[in-house]
């Protein structure tokens, strides 16, 4: 049951207290203070510092399907055997991880999998236009880039694969184009001639520094008044008067609470609401070439060796793979300097590792692979969390649904339909 213990305390803070200081939480933040809300961000590091710190940066309109797929059961032995394989699942969390999985592949049932690919492309197909909107609003849209993005193929046996991912794409009404090998070569002349072909995904893009962008966001949610404290969130309650929140410096209290904190949520959203939410990790990695610039035009990804390279204004990031190994295990970051070996042939030059920086972060995913933004507890607890890899993607278009929960707040029209991601759905 949700602690809903009342201690009087009838002062606010706060109207609205964020918990989560990443892409979502700062988006919501600033959209918030914009509409006149006295907004307090708490998160227990810098704003950015989290998974919102080393994404790949990709504003990824075109993945409308699931994580993950049926294929995942034959994929399960190498999971646990390599461990630098794209997709891996340390041994040691196998215990903790398999009710997560079997709720996945429950997932894709037909219905199931129906309702997840509406949900996915209901918050795609708005996010570019969201994105413009915020950014438009703080004359900051040169930190996007809409230029699209293209997945390439080096192995002939490759083109049936790539050419039933154009068909299932298309049937979902994403745009996208074949290009042969020689339209690659016109449009990203480094890359390797084996390269066979590929799709160009015209409506999709991506940020030139992902940090950066969290920095001027956070930047344009002070100027509004939003006040962003480093503190660490460890329970609360809802009260009559709305939320109190236990921090290691004291007490907050404000009338709503938002729960933005991407894969540290589920703890909080329990106490709060009394809801076990089926929140796992994906480990996500990158490794940053500082000195690689100019080689390519937008981001690539490989079909084959499934990982993603994005153009930055600090250099190029290698970026992907997922690891399924929990928040308290110590990263491997043999797995981000794998993403150099990995690269090694997809450039008619290899890529300058030199001084190279790696990384891992956590991406918050559910098993449906939809986030939670909703509103619980009369309204006093709202929730924008479990967003998988497409964090940053959605996060604009979050914020503005959220908007939906908090009265006084105007509403962007057309808007998708909240019911796909209802925390009740669990």
């Known amino acids: 049951m949700p602690n809903t213990r009342d201690t009087a305390q009838p002062d606010h803070i706060a109207d609205i207290a964020v918990v989560g200081a990443g892409i979502v939480g700062v988006a919501c933040a600033l959209l918030l203070a914009r509409q006149g809300k006295h907004v307090m961000v708490l998160d227990h590091q810098e704003p950015g510092r989290g998974a919102s710190y080393g994404n790949a940066g990709h504003l990824a309109t075109e993945q409308v399907f699931p994580i993950a797929d049926a294929s995942v059961l034959k994929r399960l032995p190498a999971m646990l055997l390599?461990?630098?394989?794209?997709?891996?699942?340390?041994?040691?969390?196998?215990?903790?991880?398999?009710?997560?999985?079997?709720?996945?592949?429950?997932?894709?049932?037909?219905?199931?999998?129906?309702?997840?690919?509406?949900?996915?492309?209901?918050?795609?197909?708005?996010?570019?236009?969201?994105?413009?909107?915020?950014?438009?609003?703080?004359?900051?849209?040169?930190?996007?880039?809409?230029?699209?993005?293209?997945?390439?193929?080096?192995?002939?046996?490759?083109?049936?694969?790539?050419?039933?991912?154009?068909?299932?794409?298309?049937?979902?009404?994403?745009?996208?184009?074949?290009?042969?090998?020689?339209?690659?070569?016109?449009?990203?002349?480094?890359?390797?001639?084996?390269?066979?072909?590929?799709?160009?995904?015209?409506?999709?893009?991506?940020?030139?520094?992902?940090?950066?962008?969290?920095?001027?966001?956070?930047?344009?949610a002070r100027e509004s008044g939003v006040q962003f404290l480093k503190r660490k969130v460890s329970g609360g309650r809802v009260q009559a008067s709305g939320v109190s929140l236990d921090t290691d410096q004291g007490k907050v209290n404000a009338r709503q609470?938002?729960?933005?904190?991407?894969?540290?949520?589920?703890?909080?959203?329990?106490?709060?609401?009394?809801?076990?939410?089926?929140?796992?990790?994906?480990?996500?990695?990158?490794?940053?070439?500082?000195?690689?610039?100019?080689?390519?035009?937008?981001?690539?990804?490989?079909?084959?060796?499934?990982?993603?390279?994005?153009?930055?204004?600090?250099?190029?990031?290698?970026?992907g793979t997922v690891e399924f190994a929990g928040l308290e295990s110590p990263p491997n970051m043999q797995r981000a300097w794998q993403l150099q070996r990995l690269s090694q042939g997809l450039f008619k030059q290899d890529l300058d590792a030199s001084d190279a920086t790696p990384w891992m972060g956590f991406r918050p995913s559910l098993p449906d692979s939809l986030p939670v933004i909703d509103s619980a507890c009369d309204g006093k607890v709202l929730l924008a969390f479990g967003h998988q890899h497409l964090g940053l993607t959605q996060?604009?278009?979050?914020?503005?649904?959220?908007?939906?929960?908090?009265?006084?707040?105007?509403?962007?029209?057309?808007?998708?339909?909240?019911?796909?991601?209802?925390?009740?759905?669990?």
């Open 82 to 220: 390599d461990p630098m394989g794209p997709l891996r699942l340390d041994w040691k969390y196998m215990p903790r991880a398999v009710p997560w999985f079997t709720r996945l592949l429950l997932n894709l049932r037909p219905e199931p999998f129906r309702r997840t690919v509406a949900g996915i492309r209901a918050l795609n197909e708005g996010s570019l236009a969201a994105w413009h909107r915020l950014l438009g609003a703080i004359g900051r849209e040169q930190l996007m880039k809409e230029d699209g993005s293209l997945l390439v193929f080096e192995r002939n046996e490759s083109r049936q694969a790539l050419d039933q991912l154009q068909a299932r794409m298309a049937e979902q009404g994403v745009p996208v184009e074949f290009w042969s090998g020689s339209a690659i070569q016109q449009a990203a002349p480094q890359l390797s001639e084996s390269i066979q072909g590929g799709l160009f995904f015209p409506a999709t893009g991506h940020f030139i520094d992902p940090y950066l962008l969290v920095t001027e966001l956070v930047q344009a």
């Open 257 to 319: 609470v938002l729960i933005a904190c991407g894969a540290h949520s589920a703890e909080l959203t329990q106490v709060l609401t009394g809801k076990k939410v089926p929140l796992d990790t994906e480990r996500g990695y990158h490794l940053m070439l500082p000195h690689e610039h100019n080689r390519l035009p937008f981001a690539v990804t490989s079909l084959e060796r499934k990982f993603i390279m994005t153009p930055m204004a600090e250099g190029l990031r290698l970026a």
């Open 395 to 426: 996060a604009a278009i979050t914020a503005e649904m959220v908007l939906e929960w908090v009265p006084g707040c105007s509403v962007q029209p057309g808007l998708p339909a909240p019911e796909a991601y209802r925390l009740g759905r669990f």
